[in-house]
């Protein structure tokens, strides 16, 4: 019988049999490459066996050995590229024997460390029409691999081509099942949370899915070239939230660009930010709504990880659209639910005007009619008079604040001074009484309105941290004169040696715009007031807040 014959013999098609059934019965990927090598070792009486995957440029990118024990693998370090004699089955793309490896002109000789090795067969396993990897086998029981060794181990390497095929094709559908079920359970969460929450639960969810060693969502800032992030999990998450980088510079850039999953299999230290860790395989995907690109969701491993596959960036591209159908549901239903308060808050600045003041205004006049008759009382009904006028004034400040609410752009100077007293009113004890006297919207230019936001913040603040207030009264009024702010509090009034550093900041500003400013205080209470003309010389730049 000839080598040919002997390679086919009985005996050797029991072992052939034998061990390609224990490499076809596995469906994990990792476990089948481990058991192809291990086949071909026993096939052939191979002590050192190893299964090189080539990645799309040709060198390997995963490679599954046996025979050289771990604490050895260790100190001979990092597995190898494909050069010298592996290189050579790589570019062959057919089987490569050799008697002794150092003899070859191709061979770069081996690390420190490596056990010594002389015969060698190397065969491609092709998955399809594509070479998926090589098998290498090396130091025979033999001395040296013969014809019929190599036979068996084509043979081998065709049934193991088709075992990678299958257990690609399973890992493919477990992971498709797995995003499914995320899909499905974050489509759930965001549907129970507000718009702005949407994209916490986005990050929140995908992390442990992938198991990613940080996640980032970045979204596009006011200018086009930069994306800023607003939320993070995981390594150094909490120093990345609220920087921004260029577009162009990172994977997280070019996915938004061209609106396309993009694989990175490092991330450099300092790649996206100064100071920022190394990472390992990073994929970025862009949020969609229709043309819109919401954001840009990134997922990286730690470094010396296992590479996404094309199962991964398929379906996180899949994750990514139905996240951005989802976020668009979110905020339609905050929309509406925006619209619906902003009927009710209308109604009920009707029913205000309508009813309330009118009620008011005709309480009033009988007031002025019994003042007219009784002339002992008019003092008591004129102050009487007053409290239904400054009731009167309150309501519709609220009457203009409930129909603003909720008013895109920056507004007119009442609904801006409005949103600055709700803001820094938060820290008193009751929120400040605002009342509008004169036409300020149509009165005050927008340069000055931002004046006079800076020192309505400015004065409340300096209320909120010292003065103890239990109520604060704001008037804003204009006439001829000019604008004139007034802030009244019943605090424990100023200390006769306290720092003033605040009040003279809200000095400088009334000097700067040709206006004036003074407050007096005393144990009952402190009032502000700062006045401006219309035709004052221009704003200087806003200062930084400071106290009294």
Same mark, same amino acid.
């Given at each position: 019988?000839?080598?040919?014959?002997?390679?086919?013999?009985?005996?050797?098609?029991?072992?052939?049999?034998?061990?390609?059934?224990?490499?076809?019965?596995?469906? &994990?990927?990792?476990?089948?490459?481990?058991?192809?090598?291990?086949?071909?070792?026993?096939?052939?009486?191979?002590?050192?066996?190893?299964?090189?995957?080539?990645?799309?440029?040709?060198?390997? #990118?995963?490679?599954?050995?046996?025979?050289?024990?771990?604490?050895?693998?260790?100190?001979?370090?990092?597995?190898?590229?494909?050069?010298?004699?592996? =290189?050579?089955?790589?570019?062959?793309?057919?089987?490569?024997?050799?008697?002794?490896?150092?003899?070859?002109?191709?061979?770069?000789?081996?690390?420190?460390?490596?056990?010594?090795?002389?015969?060698?067969?190397?065969?491609?396993?092709?998955?399809?029409?594509?070479?998926?990897?090589?098998?290498?086998?090396?130091?025979?029981?033999?001395?040296?691999?013969?014809?019929?060794?190599?036979?068996?181990?084509?043979?081998?390497?065709?049934?193991?081509?088709?075992?990678?095929?299958?257990?690609?094709?399973?890992?493919?559908?477990?992971?498709?099942?797995?995003?499914?079920? %995320?899909?499905?359970?974050?489509?759930?969460?965001?549907?129970?949370?507000?718009?702005?929450?949407?994209?916490? +639960?986005?990050?929140? !969810?995908?992390? $442990?899915?992938?198991? /990613?060693?940080?996640? #980032?969502? /970045?979204? $596009?800032?006011?200018?086009?070239? #930069?994306? =800023?992030?607003?939320?993070?999990?995981?390594?150094?998450?909490?120093?990345?939230? =609220?920087?921004?980088? &260029?577009?162009?510079?990172?994977?997280?850039?070019?996915?938004?660009?061209?609106?396309?999953?993009?694989?990175?299999? #490092? @991330?450099?230290?300092?790649?996206? *930010?100064?100071?920022?860790?190394?990472?390992?395989?990073?994929?970025?995907?862009?949020?969609?709504?229709?043309?819109?690109?919401?954001? +840009?969701?990134?997922?990286?491993?730690?470094?010396?990880?296992?590479?996404?596959?094309? %199962?991964?960036?398929?379906?996180?591209?899949?994750?990514?659209? @139905?996240?951005?159908?989802?976020?668009?549901?979110?905020?339609?239903?905050?929309?509406?639910? !925006?619209?619906?308060?902003?009927?009710?808050? /209308?109604?009920?600045?009707? &029913?205000?005007?309508?009813?309330?003041?009118?009620?008011?205004?005709?309480?009033?006049?009988?007031?002025?009619?019994?003042?007219? @008759?009784?002339?002992?009382?008019?003092?008591?009904?004129?102050?009487?008079?007053?409290?239904?006028?400054?009731?009167?004034?309150?309501?519709?400040?609220?009457?203009?604040?409930?129909?603003?609410? =909720?008013?895109?752009?920056?507004?007119?100077?009442?609904?801006?001074?409005?949103?600055?007293?709700?803001?820094?009113?938060?820290?008193?004890?009751?929120?400040?009484?605002?009342?509008?006297?004169?036409?300020?919207?149509?009165?005050?230019?927008?340069?000055?309105?931002?004046?006079?936001?800076?020192?309505?913040?400015?004065?409340?603040?300096? +209320?909120?941290?010292?003065?103890?207030?239990?109520?604060?009264?704001?008037?804003?009024?204009?006439?001829?004169?000019?604008?004139?702010?007034?802030?009244? &509090?019943?605090?424990?009034?100023?200390?006769?040696?306290?720092?003033?550093?605040?009040?003279?900041?809200?000095?400088?500003?009334?000097? @700067?715009?040709?206006?004036? *400013?003074?407050?007096?205080?005393?144990?009952?209470?402190?009032?502000?007031?700062?006045?401006? $003309? *219309?035709?004052?010389?221009?704003?200087?730049?806003?200062?930084?807040?400071?106290?009294?």
């Amino acid at each position: 019988m000839d080598a040919a014959d002997e390679s086919f013999s009985p005996r050797r098609l029991g072992d052939l049999l034998r061990v390609s059934s224990s490499v076809v019965e596995h469906l &994990d990927l990792e476990e089948v490459l481990g058991r192809i090598v291990e086949a071909g070792m026993s096939l052939v009486g191979a002590r050192y066996g190893a299964l090189g995957v080539l990645g799309d440029d040709g060198t390997l #990118t995963r490679f599954v050995h046996r025979g050289i024990p771990d604490d050895t693998a260790r100190r001979i370090g990092d597995f190898p590229r494909g050069h010298g004699i592996l =290189g050579a089955v790589i570019a062959a793309s057919e089987p490569v024997r050799l008697s002794d490896l150092a003899a070859d002109p191709r061979s770069v000789g081996f690390p420190a460390h490596h056990p010594p090795m002389h015969s060698f067969l190397g065969v491609p396993v092709r998955v399809r029409d594509a070479v998926y990897g090589d098998l290498y086998l090396a130091e025979a029981d033999t001395g040296r691999f013969t014809d019929a060794d190599e036979n068996l181990v084509v043979s081998l390497a065709a049934i193991a081509g088709i075992a990678i095929e299958n257990a690609r094709l399973y890992e493919r559908a477990t992971i498709r099942e797995e995003w499914s079920a %995320a899909i499905a359970d974050v489509m759930g969460a965001l549907l129970d949370v507000r718009g702005d929450d949407a994209l916490e +639960v986005i990050v929140d !969810r995908i992390a $442990p899915l992938v198991d /990613a060693d940080l996640v #980032t969502l /970045a979204v $596009p800032t006011t200018d086009a070239d #930069t994306l =800023g992030i607003v939320a993070a999990r995981g390594a150094a998450a909490e120093a990345l939230l =609220g920087r921004e980088h &260029d577009v162009g510079a990172t994977a997280a850039g070019l996915a938004m660009t061209s609106r396309r999953a993009v694989s990175a299999p #490092t @991330q450099p230290a300092d790649a996206v *930010f100064p100071g920022q860790a190394a990472q390992g395989p990073t994929v970025a995907v862009p949020l969609l709504a229709g043309d819109e690109v919401l954001g +840009v969701l990134t997922v990286s491993r730690a470094p010396g990880a296992a590479a996404f596959t094309d %199962a991964d960036l398929e379906m996180a591209f899949v994750f990514a659209g @139905q996240a951005g159908v989802a976020i668009e549901v979110v905020r339609g239903r905050d929309d509406r639910r !925006r619209l619906e308060q902003a009927d009710d808050r /209308a109604r009920i600045a009707r &029913d205000l005007h309508d009813h309330v003041i009118q009620r008011l205004f005709g309480a009033g006049l009988s007031l002025q009619a019994l003042a007219h @008759q009784h002339p002992n009382a008019a003092d008591d009904l004129s102050t009487q008079i007053d409290t239904l006028d400054a009731a009167i004034r309150e309501i519709r400040t609220v009457i203009f604040a409930l129909g603003s609410a =909720g008013g895109a752009g920056r507004g007119g100077a009442r609904d801006r001074l409005l949103s600055v007293a709700t803001e820094a009113g938060r820290p008193l004890e009751t929120s400040p009484r605002v009342s509008f006297r004169g036409p300020v919207d149509s009165l005050v230019p927008a340069a000055l309105v931002d004046e006079l936001t800076g020192v309505l913040r400015e004065g409340l603040t300096n +209320v909120a941290k010292h003065a103890d207030a239990r109520t604060v009264d704001v008037t804003v009024s204009a006439d001829d004169d000019g604008v004139h702010l007034e802030i009244r &509090d019943d605090g424990r009034g100023i200390p006769p040696h306290s720092r003033r550093s605040g009040l003279a900041n809200l000095a400088e500003r009334a000097r @700067q715009r040709g206006g004036v *400013f003074d407050v007096t205080s005393s144990a009952a209470g402190t009032t502000l007031r700062w006045s401006a $003309p *219309f035709g004052g010389s221009q704003t200087a730049p806003e200062r930084e807040e400071s106290t009294r």
